[in-house]
């Protein structure tokens, strides 16, 4: 048996043996290299658009290629027929990634690719979609070219374009084909003392847009100089009279405000200086301040900007885009039975307001009947003082509400004193709307009195400034909204006045004075 076996495992081994040499020649050898009779197409194609209107192109190299041809097609849809509106040939990859300029703004093309060789077929196609974004070929509004009631907006000089569309207001100018060549075009019929945007078309696509402010309508407004005794003009001023200061700087003391008046900057960009101003209202008059800087340096008795100097009802209060900075006792000062229509403060900025003798904003025994304080930025002030301060004046006007909103600001190294209270206001009804404001590097809180009465308290950032969310003083009020944050806003330059915030969430959210999240 064992003789056997070991037959039948001889003749098997035989067998095998013979079966794979004779299937040898079949075999075939490890492949190594893989010849193909033309060129791989490029892959990892890419487009990023840049400068508005150019498209930088990359692919992965192709093993044998000697150079690369580039089409592009003035559509969307990876169609390539007809004729291309660009064609580059000729390109090594030592150039990719690789630019191409001179496409139309707000436009969807399509690019396509192909491997170039010496002695093998070209590759096939690999393409692609993109599409611009849209121009701008608009300079920069110089402020020699902006007027009360018409500006000249100026772009790349034979640059084409169709049409200058302006809001508000939906102005329309017709480019004329000598504008295009000089790259220039005046455009009439506007507002003074209005923000624009204006937007330059090509038909129906946009080659620029760019903002700017009108200056002030002179109209009916008398205008003043640095050699004019602004003093004796505003103390003699009647009803209605609104001044137009030219830049320059004012040295002005204790101003006596009978009229209700305008006082305005004629340039925002280079806004006069009054310098050591005391503007002290008396009853009945109104009064709106704009595009000024207010400089208390010297002002007589260390005072206050605003003065209200006597019992009785005054109309409104409008101060608006001006700086306010040096002043030493504070900047807004009612004590005196003064009823005012309603107090607008937005677009300031106030800094290095000492308070010595007085609170920022100070209501004595005065009362607006409506307080809006938006878009302003303030530091470096109230070191020692509280910020907002409305006293309890119900023996004078038990039945009044006053409304109160403070939204949108930026307040950095105010009340920084643990003791100092952002909402002094006890005033015996108000409702307080405190929304969007980012207050920063201070230890003060927000009030400890009963009768602040805080309507809505939403999306307020808290940097360094922990008493606003955790006071622990007595009968503290502490911002307890699930939308309060706690982040570094990141301000650029704080020392020198710059709060331009890095902080992109702050930014998307739109907290804090809205000039600095640009």
């Known amino acids: 048996m064992k003789t056997f076996i070991k037959q039948i495992t001889i003749v098997w081994s035989i067998v095998a043996i013979a079966f794979f040499a004779g299937c040898s020649d079949d075999i075939d050898p490890l492949v190594t290299s893989l010849d193909t009779d033309?060129?791989?197409?490029?892959?990892n194609f890419s487009v990023k658009i840049t400068n508005k209107t150019s498209a930088t192109l990359s692919w992965t190299a192709?093993?044998?290629?000697?150079?690369?041809?580039?089409?592009?097609?003035?559509?969307?849809?990876?169609?390539?027929?007809?004729?291309?509106?660009?064609t580059i040939s000729g390109i090594t990859y030592t150039q990719v990634p690789y630019t191409v300029s001179g496409f139309d703004g707000e436009t969807a093309y399509s690019a396509r690719v192909q491997a170039m060789g010496s002695d093998i077929d070209n590759s096939k196609w690999t393409?692609?979609?993109?599409?611009?974004?849209?121009?701008?070929i608009f300079l920069p509004v110089a402020q020699d070219d902006i007027q009360a009631t018409q500006v000249t907006l100026r772009?790349?000089?034979?640059?084409?374009?169709t049409q200058i569309v302006l809001t508000p207001g939906d102005i329309k100018h017709d480019v004329t084909s000598e504008e295009i060549e000089n790259g220039a075009a005046t455009v009439t019929g506007l507002t003074g003392e209005t923000t624009y945007t204006a937007v330059l078309m090509k038909d129906t696509k946009v080659r620029g847009t760019v903002s700017f402010t009108t200056k002030i309508d002179l109209g009916g407004a008398i205008p003043v100089y640095p050699e004019d005794d602004l003093t004796a003009m505003i103390t003699e001023a009647v009803d209605g009279d609104v001044f137009a200061i030219f830049p320059g700087t004012y040295n002005l003391q204790d101003i006596t405000v009978s009229a209700s008046i305008g006082i305005k900057g004629t340039d925002p960009a280079d806004k006069p200086i009054l310098k050591g101003v005391i503007l002290r209202i008396k009853a009945g008059a109104a009064i709106t301040l704009k595009d000024l800087v207010l400089d208390g340096t010297g002002a007589k008795d260390n005072n206050q900007t605003v003065i209200y100097d006597a019992d009785g009802s005054y109309g409104a209060f409008k101060m608006e885009d001006c700086e306010i900075k040096n002043y030493v006792k504070g900047t807004f000062y009612v004590n005196t039975k003064a009823l005012i229509e309603s107090v607008t403060i937005k677009g300031c900025i106030y800094s290095n307001i000492e308070c010595s003798g007085g609170d920022f904003i100070d209501f004595r025994t005065g009362v607006a009947k409506k307080f809006e304080y938006t878009n302003n930025t303030a530091y470096n002030s109230a070191l020692a003082r509280d910020f907002f301060r409305m006293d309890n004046s119900s023996t004078n006007f038990s039945a009044l509400t006053s409304t109160i909103n403070i939204s949108n600001n930026t307040f950095n190294n105010v009340s920084i004193g643990t003791g100092n209270r952002m909402l002094y206001i006890r005033f015996v009804s108000n409702e307080i709307t405190f929304d969007k404001n980012i207050i920063a590097n201070t230890q003060g809180y927000y009030t400890n009195q009963a009768s602040t009465t805080i309507k809505e308290m939403k999306q307020n950032d808290y940097w360094n400034a922990p008493n606003f969310t955790g006071s622990t003083t007595a009968n503290a009020k502490n911002d307890t909204d699930p939308s309060r944050t706690n982040l570094d806003p990141g301000f650029k330059n704080a020392s020198a006045g710059d709060f331009t915030v890095s902080n992109e969430t702050l930014k998307e959210d739109g907290i804090g004075d809205p000039r600095w999240l640009q």
């Open 62 to 86: 192709v093993n044998g290629a000697q150079n690369y041809n580039i089409e592009f097609y003035a559509n969307g849809n990876q169609d390539y027929s007809g004729t291309p509106v660009k």
């Open 38 to 43: 033309r060129l791989f197409s490029p892959i």
């Open 155 to 161: 772009w790349t000089a034979g640059e084409a374009a």
């Open 127 to 136: 393409s692609i979609t993109f599409k611009t974004d849209a121009e701008q």
